[in-house]
């Protein structure tokens, strides 16, 4: 068997994506395994669910660098003394520096709540229903510089029912990211989801459910 993916992921919070990676890592023919969780803020949920899981964790406070860039120097040094290969954020609410962008370029993913390129930035549901709009979902894409920009992996499509509030159909596409960021983390460890230019290339034998519209009883 090929040598799985050494994966970090960085958490800010609960971690519930981190969770849904975990689950999936833990099945020994998963193509990546997450040999760090780093985080920015102690005591946060999310090192919780890594302990549990026997994945060994580490703090960085952001509050204790004077810099964004010496901050981000900090995590790289841990994240390549662990060996990381490739980098996952699940809730990092941290804007990362062009210098740490740029040393892990097509190396670093991220999920998003919204179907991009729309809705970038926060309040993603909100502005979806205020938009009409009468699909939403969630995107995992490769991390650039521009926030929430970067090559398209795989997305995953919820319908805004008429009776939606926010806090609903936040609930309804959390539940698509947990599918949707171990397929796209698997997608990139078995070599099936390559960068060209400013796109994703898919190989032929991707599984169509890279891009998902999900039934609103699901």
Known sequence: MAARLKVGVLISGRGSNLQALLDACADPAFPAEIALVLSNVAGCYGLERAERAGVPTHVISHRDYASREDFDAAM??????????????????????????????????????????????????????????????????????????????????????????????????LESEHRLYPLALRLVAENKARVSGSRVVLTEDTPSASVSVLNPAD
């Open 76 to 173: 790289d040094k841990v994240l390549r003394g662990a060996g990381i290969e490739f980098v996952c954020l699940a809730g990092f609410m941290r804007l990362l520096s062009a210098g740490f962008v740029e040393s892990w370029r097509n190396r670093m993913i991220n999920i998003h709540p919204s179907l991009l390129p729309s809705f970038k930035g926060l309040h993603t549901h909100e502005r979806a229903i205020e938009a009409g709009v009468r699909f939403h979902g969630c995107t995992v894409h490769f991390v650039t510089p521009d926030l929430d920009d970067g090559p398209i992996i795989a997305q995953a499509a919820v319908p805004v029912l008429p009776t939606d509030d926010p806090d609903a159909l936040a609930a309804r596409v």
